[in-house]
């Protein structure tokens, strides 16, 4: 496995211990180095090059946001910010400069544990989308008494439809039974996403999206259907949008 480099920031000690604590217990993360201003963390980012740093926000002379605008500028791969802080009302001012999560405190393991989770998506889309050759996973559908190998990223969209399941794959339509979780645990493909408890859909082929009242959006793919995304299941499509949207 390989191990995603963080780099830790916080003027305040007991914090920033608390923080290496939680993450060295993960097994997914490298903790490479502590920084107690952004001083600190601005050299420390341009020689080490870590791939997360988890930044503090209120420091002084120089804050977290400050340092994020830096990396902004600088001639150097940025990597992926989590801020932490005691105040809600850094948030807006956060994910202005690019942020992957917000994390208050005190700090809890669970939640970081979903900031860590979800930069690792945020990574893993980057990658794949820098690779020439990257839908090499196939998954086998069977439809009656055919049983078809489809890759999955031509796979645009799958719907539930009482105890079967409809692959959509260009102009065609396979109908097996089996149960969302059934075909969820056989798909191995970064952009297929469940995005409703009824549906999955490819993140590659969405064309536009729309937000909706109560957090929700709606979904327009290239075939022309539209799909709803529920509120349990907006997290992935937005990080997707959001890493689209960010300047290199």
């Not at 002379?61 to 850094?90: C, M, W």
């Not at 049983?147 to 260009?170: E, L, R, S």
């Amino acid at each position: 496995m390989t191990k995603l480099r963080a780099l830790l920031v916080d003027d305040e000690l007991l914090a920033l211990k608390l923080l290496q604590s939680i993450l060295e217990r993960r097994d997914d993360i490298d903790v490479i180095g502590l920084c107690r201003n952004g001083r600190e963390a601005k050299e420390s980012i341009n020689s080490q090059h870590p791939d997360i740093v988890f930044l503090d926000i209120n420091m002084p002379s120089l804050n977290g946001i400050q340092v994020a605008n830096y990396l902004d500028g600088a001639d150097i791969k940025k990597p992926l910010i989590i801020f932490t802080t005691a105040f809600e009302r850094h948030a807006l001012d956060a994910f202005e400069v690019g942020a992957t999560d917000y994390l208050l405190k005190p700090l809890d393991a669970d939640r970081v544990a979903v900031a860590v989770e979800r930069a690792k998506r945020r990574l893993k889309i980057s990658v794949d989308d820098s690779k020439e050759e990257q839908n090499e996973a196939t998954i086998t559908i069977k439809d009656g008494s055919r049983i078809n190998v489809v890759n999955q990223c031509d796979i645009q969209w799958i719907d539930a439809a009482g105890d079967y399941m409809c692959v959509h794959v260009g102009d065609e339509t396979l109908i097996t039974r089996a149960t969302m979780k059934e075909l969820l645990e056989k798909l191995d493909h970064p952009y297929l996403v469940r995005v409703h408890r009824s549906s999955i859909v490819n993140l590659k082929d969405i064309t536009a999206a729309e937000k909706l009242p109560k957090g929700e959006y709606l979904l327009t793919l290239r075939s022309g259907q539209q799909l709803k995304v529920s509120r349990n299941y907006r997290t992935a499509v937005a990080e997707f949008l959001d890493a689209k949207n960010s300047p290199d």
